[in-house]
């Protein structure tokens, strides 16, 4: 059987099935060598680095937590766990990013982790590296967000030692392949090209550009904007971000033994550059909007439309603050879905989500998006307003603090028995430069949640006369 699949468009010309037949015939009667693969013997890193060596060390009890300080200045967070026998999970963080670029190099910093990726490490191009690494259970991947460089990753306690020498690799010798990124910016411009005819992606970019007051940097992406991209100072960017490991923070859960994971700790680590460089990132002046702003997007045929609402606005960053506004989301979801999705049967979802930021400024952003039929958009709308200010008028009854409470433990009690749990929350905290809290001090604020609580959060964190409301409706027809 032979499938062709192909655009309609004007000026296109599909093949027909005389050709088609022709192009088998060739192809089954065309001579091919037989693949000859090359085996790759050669170690990741032949001459092993001078070893640093740990410098200071810091318990942390409470935590199971073992913090050491290395010579060249970089942190490591180690948290040894036994809730999967085979699992290593790693991250590292450093302020600075994509926010240390020029505007006029932002999209080559943006691509610059993704450059070193498909271009491989030291001798080894990334289908090499594949090839190596083949049999192994390990990985690991560098990013630059706007604020920060990072490194994610895991391994089985087998493969540990190869974890380490790809960070030390990925560090030192990034390797250069113009022919690597060529495909993958082919690629890049080929999913642009076809996401820009989604009726979805013009409603999503018309939500950010407008929640971003058009900044330089939230442009939505098209071929032109990426084709500002250069592949030299994307190198040059990568390599300056990660030429000094003395402001990283290294973290480790999961199953490994202090006395197993030391020397290659210091091997790999310790020996890595030290620049003692004080820096952070840079506030772009990303900035929100002031006051009501509401628009439309017509596009695409469906009749379906969705809706999305972002309250903006200062925030106050203490714990009892993001425990009682991530409450507050979680009621605020539950009520809205008992009223849009159930007693009006408006919507098949209905999603409440709010994210408190610390950096580059304390503030925080509510989303609640909903999906339903063009015709019950205003109806939906004034529904959701509607909750809102019932909750700022009353705090919500018993129930809803009871599910929430029941959730939350739940959650918790799951949590803590992920390792990638852990390495998320220790990295939140480490980054931010906070103490970790008591443990039983979360327990006292799920047991203590009330409905005065969220009602103030309610009244404090949503600002009718201050947010964003996009709404996505089908064209017009002529």
């Known amino acids: 059987v032979v499938t062709v699949s192909s655009p309609k468009k004007d000026g296109f010309v599909p093949p027909t099935e005389n050709e088609v037949l022709k192009i088998l015939e060739e192809a089954s009667t065309k001579k091919v060598d037989a693949y000859v693969d090359n085996i790759i013997t050669k170690p990741l890193i ?28 970089a942190r490591v967070i180690l948290k040894p766990t036994d809730f999967k026998n085979d699992e290593i999970v790693f991250s590292a963080y450093s302020r600075g990013g994509t926010s240390l670029a020029s505007d006029k190099d932002f999209i080559s910093a943006a691509n610059a982790a993704a450059t070193v990726s498909e271009g491989g490490v030291g001798e080894f191009d990334a289908t090499t590296l594949r090839k190596l690494l083949a049999g192994k259970i390990v990985s690991v991947n560098p990013g630059i967000s706007e604020l920060s460089e990072n490194f994610s990753g895991n391994a089985s306690p087998e493969d540990l030692e190869t974890l380490f020498q790809l960070v030390h690799l990925y560090f030192t010798s990034p390797r250069k392949d113009t022919a690597a990124v060529q495909a993958y910016l082919a690629r890049q411009k080929a999913f642009v090209e076809n996401n820009r005819l989604s009726p979805e992606s013009a409603f999503r970019d018309t939500f950010y550009v407008t929640t971003s007051q058009y900044h330089f940097r939230s442009r939505p992406m098209t071929v032109k904007i990426l084709d500002e991209y250069n592949f030299d100072r994307a190198i040059a960017f990568y390599k300056d971000r990660y030429a000094d490991a003395s402001d990283f923070i290294f973290f480790f859960i999961g199953n490994f033994e202090l006395v197993k994971m030391k020397p290659f700790v210091e091997q790999y680590l310790a020996s890595l550059p030290n620049l003692k460089r004080k820096e952070s990132w840079r506030d772009v002046n990303r900035i929100s909007p002031k006051g009501v702003i509401e628009k439309e997007v017509r596009k695409g045929i469906d009749p379906k439309s969705y809706v999305l609402m972002s309250f903006t606005g200062s925030f106050e960053w203490n714990l009892q603050n993001l425990f009682d506004f991530q409450a507050m989301t979680e009621v605020l979801d539950i009520k809205l879905r008992e009223v849009i999705r159930e007693d009006k049967s408006g919507t098949y979802g209905v999603d409440v989500s709010g994210s408190p930021s610390l950096f580059p400024r304390k503030q925080y952003s509510i989303t609640i998006w909903f999906g339903c039929a063009p015709e019950r958009v205003k109806e939906l709308t004034q529904a959701v307003l509607q909750q809102i200010d019932s909750i700022k008028l009353k705090q919500p009854e018993q129930i809803y603090m009871d599910k929430v409470k029941e959730m939350t433990r739940r959650e918790l009690q799951v949590n803590r028995r992920e390792n990638r749990w852990w390495l998320s929350t220790l990295r939140t905290f480490y980054a931010n430069g906070e103490d970790l809290p008591p443990l039983s001090q979360v327990e006292k604020m799920i047991e203590n949640l009330s409905g005065t609580a969220i009602q103030t959060a309610v009244s404090r964190y949503f600002n009718m006369n201050n947010y964003v409301r996009v709404v996505l409706f089908p064209e017009k027809k002529e």
Do not use: D, H
């Open 46 to 73: 032949e001459k092993k680095p001078k070893p640093g060596r740990v410098t200071k060390t810091k318990e942390i009890k409470e935590y199971s937590i073992t913090e050491w300080t290395l010579s060249n200045g």
